[in-house]
T-cell receptor, first 112, second 115 residues
Framework: GENVEQHPSTLSVQEGDSAVIKCTYS??????FPWYKQELGKRPQLIID?????GEKKDQRIAVTLNKTAKHFSLHITETQPEDSAVYFC???????????FGKGTHLIIQP | ETGVTQSPTHLIKTRGQQVTLRCSSQ?????VSWYQQALGQGPQFIFQ???????GRGNFPPRFSGLQFPNYSSELNVNALELDDSALYLC??????????????FGPGTRLTVT
Protein backbone atom coordinates (compact mmCIF):
# COMPACT_ATOMS: atom_id res chain seq x y z
CA GLY A 1 0.00 0.00 0.00
CA GLU A 2 0.83 3.67 -0.21
CA ASN A 3 3.10 5.30 2.40
CA VAL A 4 3.40 9.08 2.76
CA GLU A 5 6.21 10.74 4.70
CA GLN A 6 5.88 14.41 5.68
CA HIS A 7 8.53 16.86 6.93
CA PRO A 8 9.04 18.80 9.07
CA SER A 9 6.70 17.89 11.92
CA THR A 10 6.88 21.46 13.24
CA LEU A 11 7.74 24.62 11.30
CA SER A 12 8.06 28.07 12.82
CA VAL A 13 8.42 31.08 10.51
CA GLN A 14 8.26 34.83 10.91
CA GLU A 15 5.12 36.54 9.66
CA GLY A 16 5.67 37.58 6.06
CA ASP A 17 8.25 34.88 5.35
CA SER A 18 7.67 31.78 3.22
CA ALA A 19 6.97 28.27 4.47
CA VAL A 20 7.68 25.01 2.66
CA ILE A 21 6.37 21.58 3.66
CA LYS A 22 7.59 18.45 1.87
CA CYS A 23 6.10 15.02 1.34
CA THR A 24 7.28 11.83 -0.31
CA TYR A 25 5.13 8.92 -1.44
CA SER A 26 5.93 5.31 -2.19
CA UNK A 27 3.38 4.16 -4.80
CA UNK A 28 4.30 5.33 -8.28
CA UNK A 29 0.67 4.69 -9.37
CA UNK A 30 -0.62 7.49 -7.11
CA UNK A 31 -2.10 10.24 -9.24
CA UNK A 32 -3.83 12.72 -6.93
CA PHE A 33 -2.18 14.76 -4.18
CA PRO A 34 -4.30 17.07 -1.99
CA TRP A 35 -3.24 19.30 0.88
CA TYR A 36 -5.44 19.91 3.91
CA LYS A 37 -5.31 22.55 6.62
CA GLN A 38 -6.70 21.63 10.03
CA GLU A 39 -7.14 24.22 12.73
CA LEU A 40 -7.48 23.07 16.32
CA GLY A 41 -10.82 21.35 16.87
CA LYS A 42 -11.95 21.83 13.28
CA ARG A 43 -12.37 19.70 10.19
CA PRO A 44 -9.56 19.22 7.64
CA GLN A 45 -10.06 21.83 4.92
CA LEU A 46 -8.92 21.18 1.35
CA ILE A 47 -6.66 24.09 0.38
CA ILE A 48 -5.05 22.94 -2.86
CA ASP A 49 -4.51 19.77 -4.85
CA UNK A 50 -2.52 18.56 -7.84
CA UNK A 51 -2.85 15.68 -10.26
CA UNK A 52 -0.01 13.67 -11.69
CA UNK A 53 -0.26 15.22 -15.16
CA UNK A 54 0.69 18.64 -13.76
CA GLY A 55 3.99 19.76 -12.26
CA GLU A 56 2.88 22.89 -10.43
CA LYS A 57 -0.31 24.62 -9.36
CA LYS A 58 -0.77 27.99 -7.71
CA ASP A 59 -3.65 29.67 -5.91
CA GLN A 60 -2.83 33.15 -4.62
CA ARG A 61 -0.25 32.70 -1.81
CA ILE A 62 -0.31 28.90 -1.96
CA ALA A 63 1.44 26.68 -4.49
CA VAL A 64 2.10 22.97 -4.82
CA THR A 65 4.85 21.32 -6.86
CA LEU A 66 5.05 17.67 -7.87
CA ASN A 67 8.09 15.67 -8.96
CA LYS A 68 6.79 12.29 -10.17
CA THR A 69 10.26 10.92 -10.87
CA ALA A 70 11.43 11.54 -7.33
CA LYS A 71 7.95 10.82 -5.90
CA HIS A 72 7.76 13.95 -3.84
CA PHE A 73 5.51 16.98 -3.65
CA SER A 74 5.69 20.20 -1.68
CA LEU A 75 3.43 22.94 -0.36
CA HIS A 76 4.69 26.52 -0.57
CA ILE A 77 3.03 29.36 1.34
CA THR A 78 4.33 32.86 0.66
CA GLU A 79 3.81 36.04 2.69
CA THR A 80 2.64 34.04 5.69
CA GLN A 81 -0.01 35.52 7.95
CA PRO A 82 -1.12 34.66 11.52
CA GLU A 83 -4.22 32.89 10.16
CA ASP A 84 -1.94 30.42 8.35
CA SER A 85 -1.08 28.87 11.73
CA ALA A 86 -2.53 25.34 11.71
CA VAL A 87 -1.61 21.71 11.08
CA TYR A 88 -1.12 20.90 7.40
CA PHE A 89 -1.53 17.40 6.00
CA CYS A 90 -0.43 16.08 2.64
CA UNK A 91 -2.11 13.02 1.13
CA UNK A 92 -1.88 10.74 -1.88
CA UNK A 93 -4.20 8.30 -3.61
CA UNK A 94 -4.03 6.03 -6.64
CA UNK A 95 -7.65 5.62 -7.58
CA UNK A 96 -11.14 6.62 -6.51
CA UNK A 97 -11.82 3.34 -4.71
CA UNK A 98 -8.85 3.86 -2.46
CA UNK A 99 -8.86 6.21 0.44
CA UNK A 100 -6.42 9.03 0.88
CA UNK A 101 -3.17 8.10 2.61
CA PHE A 102 -2.16 11.01 4.81
CA GLY A 103 1.18 12.17 6.13
CA LYS A 104 1.55 12.73 9.86
CA GLY A 105 1.10 16.47 9.58
CA THR A 106 3.15 19.64 9.98
CA HIS A 107 2.35 22.11 12.74
CA LEU A 108 2.97 25.52 11.16
CA ILE A 109 3.52 28.35 13.61
CA ILE A 110 3.57 31.93 12.35
CA GLN A 111 5.58 34.15 14.70
CA PRO A 112 4.42 37.81 14.85
CA GLU B 1 -24.96 24.18 -1.30
CA THR B 2 -24.97 22.20 1.96
CA GLY B 3 -21.69 20.98 3.40
CA VAL B 4 -20.91 17.63 5.00
CA THR B 5 -22.57 17.15 8.37
CA GLN B 6 -22.01 14.53 11.06
CA SER B 7 -23.78 13.45 14.21
CA PRO B 8 -23.34 13.26 17.07
CA THR B 9 -20.57 15.74 17.84
CA HIS B 10 -19.29 13.86 20.87
CA LEU B 11 -19.94 10.40 22.24
CA ILE B 12 -18.75 8.48 25.28
CA LYS B 13 -19.03 4.69 25.27
CA THR B 14 -17.84 1.81 27.42
CA ARG B 15 -15.46 -0.89 26.20
CA GLY B 16 -17.40 -3.72 24.55
CA GLN B 17 -20.35 -1.57 23.51
CA GLN B 18 -21.44 -0.75 19.97
CA VAL B 19 -21.70 2.69 18.36
CA THR B 20 -23.28 4.17 15.22
CA LEU B 21 -22.06 7.42 13.70
CA ARG B 22 -23.90 9.29 10.97
CA CYS B 23 -22.87 11.41 8.00
CA SER B 24 -24.77 13.45 5.43
CA SER B 25 -22.82 14.09 2.28
CA GLN B 26 -22.46 17.43 0.54
CA UNK B 27 -25.17 18.24 -1.97
CA UNK B 28 -24.40 16.59 -5.31
CA UNK B 29 -21.86 14.14 -3.86
CA UNK B 30 -22.52 10.41 -4.15
CA UNK B 31 -19.42 8.92 -2.53
CA VAL B 32 -18.68 8.86 1.18
CA SER B 33 -15.41 7.85 2.84
CA TRP B 34 -14.78 7.36 6.55
CA TYR B 35 -11.54 8.10 8.37
CA GLN B 36 -10.25 7.65 11.91
CA GLN B 37 -8.00 10.40 13.27
CA ALA B 38 -6.13 9.65 16.48
CA LEU B 39 -4.83 12.59 18.48
CA GLY B 40 -1.81 14.17 16.81
CA GLN B 41 -2.01 11.93 13.74
CA GLY B 42 -3.26 12.19 10.19
CA PRO B 43 -6.61 10.64 9.26
CA GLN B 44 -6.56 6.90 8.44
CA PHE B 45 -8.87 5.50 5.78
CA ILE B 46 -11.50 3.06 7.06
CA PHE B 47 -13.69 2.47 3.98
CA GLN B 48 -15.57 4.12 1.15
CA UNK B 49 -19.16 3.76 -0.01
CA UNK B 50 -20.42 4.30 -3.53
CA UNK B 51 -23.84 3.31 -4.84
CA UNK B 52 -24.73 1.89 -1.42
CA UNK B 53 -21.87 -0.63 -1.51
CA UNK B 54 -18.45 -0.73 0.10
CA UNK B 55 -16.08 0.33 -2.64
CA GLY B 56 -12.71 0.17 -0.89
CA ARG B 57 -11.38 -0.57 2.58
CA GLY B 58 -8.34 0.30 4.63
CA ASN B 59 -6.62 -1.79 7.28
CA PHE B 60 -9.47 -1.96 9.78
CA PRO B 61 -11.04 -5.13 11.26
CA PRO B 62 -14.54 -6.36 10.31
CA ARG B 63 -16.05 -4.94 13.49
CA PHE B 64 -15.92 -1.63 11.60
CA SER B 65 -18.82 -1.71 9.17
CA GLY B 66 -20.94 0.78 7.32
CA LEU B 67 -23.97 1.56 5.24
CA GLN B 68 -24.88 4.05 2.56
CA PHE B 69 -28.46 5.03 1.89
CA PRO B 70 -30.19 6.04 -1.37
CA ASN B 71 -29.84 9.72 -0.42
CA TYR B 72 -26.03 9.12 -0.17
CA SER B 73 -25.93 9.59 3.60
CA SER B 74 -23.90 7.01 5.48
CA GLU B 75 -23.40 5.29 8.80
CA LEU B 76 -20.29 3.91 10.46
CA ASN B 77 -20.86 1.12 12.95
CA VAL B 78 -18.22 -0.12 15.36
CA ASN B 79 -18.85 -3.27 17.42
CA ALA B 80 -17.05 -4.50 20.52
CA LEU B 81 -15.46 -1.12 21.22
CA GLU B 82 -11.87 -1.07 22.42
CA LEU B 83 -10.01 1.69 24.23
CA ASP B 84 -7.91 2.30 21.10
CA ASP B 85 -11.05 3.17 19.16
CA SER B 86 -11.08 6.52 20.95
CA ALA B 87 -10.52 9.05 18.15
CA LEU B 88 -12.10 11.65 15.92
CA TYR B 89 -14.15 9.96 13.20
CA LEU B 90 -14.38 11.95 10.01
CA CYS B 91 -16.48 11.38 6.97
CA UNK B 92 -15.70 12.93 3.62
CA UNK B 93 -17.84 13.18 0.53
CA UNK B 94 -16.78 13.49 -3.07
CA UNK B 95 -18.70 14.04 -6.28
CA UNK B 96 -17.82 10.84 -8.08
CA UNK B 97 -16.26 7.49 -7.30
CA UNK B 98 -15.36 4.10 -8.68
CA UNK B 99 -11.99 4.69 -10.24
CA UNK B 100 -11.74 8.44 -10.22
CA UNK B 101 -9.83 10.55 -7.78
CA UNK B 102 -11.85 13.58 -6.82
CA UNK B 103 -11.71 16.16 -4.11
CA UNK B 104 -12.89 14.93 -0.73
CA UNK B 105 -14.61 17.37 1.60
CA PHE B 106 -14.67 16.57 5.28
CA GLY B 107 -17.37 16.88 7.89
CA PRO B 108 -16.67 18.28 11.37
CA GLY B 109 -16.20 14.81 12.84
CA THR B 110 -17.51 12.84 15.80
CA ARG B 111 -15.26 12.65 18.84
CA LEU B 112 -15.60 9.14 20.30
CA THR B 113 -14.24 8.38 23.75
CA VAL B 114 -14.17 4.75 24.92
CA THR B 115 -13.74 4.22 28.66
Amino acid sequence: GENVEQHPSTLSVQEGDSAVIKCTYSDSASNYFPWYKQELGKRPQLIIDIRSNVGEKKDQRIAVTLNKTAKHFSLHITETQPEDSAVYFCAAVEGGADGLTFGKGTHLIIQP
Amino acid sequence: ETGVTQSPTHLIKTRGQQVTLRCSSQSGHNTVSWYQQALGQGPQFIFQYYREEENGRGNFPPRFSGLQFPNYSSELNVNALELDDSALYLCASSPLGAGSSYEQYFGPGTRLTVT
